[in-house]
């Protein structure tokens, strides 16, 4: 079990969904860098990600880490959102049966896991389908 | 660069190794590599092992293991680039005899998985990926190839029984290899059928957990016929290449960049381009792998892949036998050892020694290794002499 300070150093990406924007390029990364992977740049201005987008792919874990047991099964996917930057999530209130590339998610704020008795109760942002 | 041979091999029946220790199972296939080489001495050693302190609280391997083998006060080094760490510990040992440094090294990989239980182990193996970008959100490892199995899917069509194909034809190799874990073959209907872990991967179409150890020896390819009664096979090429560890940050999630990478610059480094090649080893850890694998090494076109084993072409005896040994898939995967395996395959192989699995007339093989979902890849090129 990590100390609570791993935790509340992504608070920004997870719960602010935060990301840093290239100054000489314009390409958002996040997490944020301190090089940007475009240009090399190393100036970055702090943005908030574009909060819809669309599923690249998906899957739905069976068998999965005693972290989520609560939750298994679920679906999980890789979304690349309308600015461009991609990222991993669960993909929450979805029947499994709709899941589909290119379908259109947003970000929300949820419970993501539970580290167990005395763990941190772990939170950030998770897909959610635009019906 | 002095040129490098292969001249000695050794490994065990892999699987679950109730009664053996990780150092237990190195020093055995250790000693038998000493013992095919024939030579007295090893000058340095090199040990893949992606991650014993997560599976058995173990690190400072490369002294332990050096100790254990007898052959302390050599210098002794633990490579790790996840479940690619044993081709880069043959690569370290390439490099260290190419240039000189010393005459007879042997490289091995080990990994010990089955002293911790499932949990421990799915936790240990997940740390191959983005620690707080993807395991955090709730992705596996077979979810993760799982992702790559349904993009690859949705833009060229292949089909869950292609993917079942990969694992039916490399059970059916590994059912002729006397080292595998799993030598029984398969029907596409029980892979499809079996229990499913990530959709649209079943167990079936996973590796799996294995206890295991591999090594080689390695020496100057013009001292090879003072040292060893072996046939030498000579190192044409030693490659390595990186991508993003987050499959989310890259342009094509079903394209393996690093093994591309890897494998264009074996082939320039070698002079030879992908018809030259007669058997590949690949890193088969599920199925769709093996298929994303053998496109970007350049033996099948991007997207075309999936038909290869549901067609024969990469069976042995078909246009280019890929996983001859069983691949990770029945021959097993203890991560850190994979890569020395394949090493050796390919070696029995161009010997002339893979009796029932034998590639006719091979005179040139290639291994490739990766790490995580295709972080890392270690490329190598062998040939007959
Ligand atoms: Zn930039």
Redesign the interface.
Same mark, same amino acid.
Request: aromatic share 10%; proline share 6%; net charge negative.
């Given at each position: 079990m990590s100390t609570s300070a791993r935790y509340w150093r992504?608070i920004p990406q997870r719960y602010r969904y935060e990301g840093a924007k290239c100054k000489s390029c314009g390409k958002i990364s996040f !997490?944020p860098r301190v090089v940007c992977?475009s240009c090399g740049g190393r100036e970055f201005e702090k943005v908030e990600l574009a909060k819809q987008g669309k599923l690249?792919?998906?899957?739905?874990?069976?068998?999965? !880490?005693?972290q989520?047991a609560d939750?298994t099964p679920?679906a999980?996917? #890789?979304a690349e959102l309308d600015d461009g930057v991609? +990222?991993?999530? +669960?993909i929450a209130d979805v029947d499994?049966e709709e899941l589909k590339?290119g379908m259109p998610v947003k970000l929300e704020f949820r419970k #993501?896991?539970d580290e167990g008795e005395a763990g941190i109760i772990?939170y950030?942002y998770?897909f959610v389908p635009v019906r | 660069m002095r040129d490098v041979a292969v001249i000695g091999v050794g490994m065990m029946k892999w699987g679950e190794l109730w009664e053996k220790s990780l150092r237990d199972i190195f020093v055995e296939s250790a000693l038998e590599a000493v013992k095919d080489a024939g030579v007295d001495r090893i000058d340095s050693m090199y040990v893949g092992c992606m991650s014993s302190g997560l599976f058995v609280g173990q690190e400072h391997l490369g002294s332990l293991l050096a100790d254990y083998l007898g052959m302390g006060p050599i210098p002794a080094l633990r490579v790790e680039t996840a479940c690619a760490a044993g081709g880069a510990a043959f690569k370290q040992a390439v490099m260290e005899v190419g240039s000189g440094m010393s005459d007879i090294v042997l490289a091995g990989g080990v990994e010990k998985m089955t002293d911790i239980g499932g %949990?421990g182990a799915?936790?240990a193996l997940?740390t191959a990926a983005d620690a707080?970008?993807?395991v955090?959100?709730? *992705?596996?490892f077979?979810?993760l190839y799982? $992702? $790559?199995a *349904?993009?690859h899917m %949705?833009a060229y069509g292949t089909t869950r029984e292609q993917l079942a194909a990969v694992s039916v034809k490399n059970h059916a190799n590994g059912a002729k290899n006397p080292h595998a874990q799993y030598p029984f073959e398969l029907t596409v209907d029980r892979v499809l059928n079996s *229990?499913?872990?990530?959709?649209?991967l079943t167990i079936l179409d996973c590796s799996p957990i294995t206890d295991g150890a591999a090594a080689v020896i390695v020496c100057p390819l013009d001292m090879a016929k003072d040292l060893t009664k072996n046939k030498p096979i000579k190192v044409l090429a030693s490659t390595h290449a990186t991508d993003t560890i987050?499959?989310?940050?890259r342009e094509d999630?079903a394209w393996l960049g690093a093994v591309a990478k890897a494998g264009e610059l074996a082939y320039a480094q070698a002079g030879l381009s992908p018809s030259d090649i007669d058997l590949a080893e690949v890193h088969d850890c599920f199925t769709i792998a093996e298929v994303c694998a053998i496109e970007a090494l350049g033996f099948f076109e991007r997207g075309k892949g999936g038909a290869s084993a549901e067609s024969g072409e990469t069976a042995i005896g078909g246009r280019i036998p890929v996983n001859a040994s069983g691949g990770l898939k029945s021959k097993g995967h203890p991560v850190g050892a994979t890569g020395i395996a394949q090493i050796i395959e390919v070696t029995k192989q161009l010997r002339g020694e893979a009796d029932k699995r034998q590639v006719e007339g091979a005179r040139i093989g290639m291994t490739q290794n990766m790490g995580g979902t295709g972080g890392s890849c270690v490329v190598h090129i062998l040939g007959a002499e």
């Open positions: 992504e !997490p992977k690249l792919t998906h899957t739905v874990i069976r068998v999965g !880490p005693s989520f939750q679920y999980v996917g #890789v991609r +990222m991993t999530a +669960m499994f590339v #993501v896991r772990c950030g998770k | %949990d799915t936790f997940a707080e970008y993807e955090y959100n709730g *992705v596996t077979p979810g799982a $992702m $790559m *349904v993009a %949705d *229990v499913m872990i990530a959709d649209p987050a499959l989310h940050s999630i």
